[in-house]
């Protein structure tokens, strides 16, 4: 468990993420953080949670239309 401080950053408040969460998460200065709110409270994850669905969907598409999806291709 981990406690940050939130300080004044300009007109907003912000706080800095320790080394280590950094690197579970995998993510560099100028990488996006997506931040959606649960029933149990806040998640936070480096990948977009929308874009995991579409592939999902996806690749369930692409092997059911794999011929078509070639055939659109060319």
């Known amino acids: 468990m981990y406690t940050l401080k939130v300080r004044k950053i300009g007109n907003s408040l912000g706080t800095t993420l320790p080394k280590e969460i950094l690197q579970k998460l995998r993510v560099n200065e100028g990488d996006s953080i997506f931040i959606t709110e649960t ?7 480096a990948s977009n949670p929308d874009f995991e669905k579409a592939m999902e969907a996806y690749k369930k598409v692409s092997t059911k239309y794999r011929n078509a999806l070639r055939e659109l291709a060319k």
């Not at 029933?39 to 994850?45: K, P, Q, S, W």
Request: without cysteine.
């Open 39 to 45: 029933a149990d409270g806040v998640y936070m994850t």
